[in-house]
């Protein structure tokens, strides 16, 4: 399935460079997530936007930074990043949420991320 | 809080045989939403089957089904007739009703399907 594609799938970076993560979904979608997927550990759900606007920001250190140009683009922006921040990085695309309605969430392929 | 837990972290299973894996939840909520997801090596995180805690039936989809026990919250995944694409880790995340776009995810089950 090519619903949801993330680039890059690999990204080796120093602890002082800047780089940025993207995601794109061809689904129709007006929902978007980020995930840090960690070994070992639960997904852990970092950024909402629902029709373009953060409605969730799970307590992420400001080094992680989002951007969400419209409905089916989403980029996460790193910079100064640790060697804890090495992660897979998931993004996630649903029709947005509405109460006691549940819109499945649809995955990318990921970004494996190693903070040198 | 809302907490998810896999205790089986790998399981192994014989081509075309049956496997069972499990999930224990926890919640105040009297309506929410429970999946399974599998991550095959591709890393690319699939839905399985999702099931409304409302409906009592328990939800098929071709050879997986899940027994769903509410009073318990417990929410099984069953396999039958494994095959070699099963091979993947499988997460069971939960939903509440109020914050639908929330997912909480259990540490997941690693399953090895053997020819």
């Known amino acids: 399935e090519t619903g949801v594609t993330q680039t890059p799938r690999h990204l080796v970076m120093g602890m002082t460079n800047k780089k940025s993560l993207k995601c794109e979904q061809h689904l129709g979608h007006n929902a978007m997530y980020w995930y840090k997927q960690s070994a070992k550990k639960p997904l852990e759900l970092m950024f909402v936007?629902?029709?373009?606007?953060?409605?969730e920001n799970n307590s992420v250190p400001s080094r992680f930074s989002p951007e969400c140009p419209n409905s089916s683009h989403l980029f996460l922006h790193l910079h100064t990043l640790q060697p804890e921040d090495s992660a897979l990085y998931l993004c996630a695309s649903s029709q947005a949420p509405y109460i006691d309605s549940n819109q499945p969430q649809h995955f990318g392929d990921g970004t494996r991320l190693s903070i040198l | 809080a809302q907490t998810v837990t896999q205790s089986q972290p790998e399981m192994s299973v014989q081509e075309a045989e049956t496997v069972t894996l499990s999930c224990t939840y926890d919640?105040?909520?009297?309506?929410?939403?429970l999946f399974w997801y599998k991550q095959p090596p591709s890393r690319q995180m699939i839905l399985v089957i999702r099931q409304e805690a409302y409906k009592q039936q328990n939800a098929t989809e071709n050879r997986f089904s899940v027994n769903f026990q509410k009073a318990a919250k417990s929410f099984s995944l069953k396999i039958s007739d494994s095959q070699l694409g099963d091979t993947a880790m499988y997460f069971c995340?939960?939903?509440?009703?109020?914050?639908?776009?929330?997912?909480?995810f259990g540490t997941g089950t690693r399953l090895q399907v053997f020819p």
């Open positions: 995340a939960f939903s509440p009703p109020y914050n639908t776009d929330k997912l909480i």
């Open positions: 936007y629902n029709f373009k606007e953060q409605t």
């Open positions: 919640t105040s909520e009297s309506n929410y939403y």
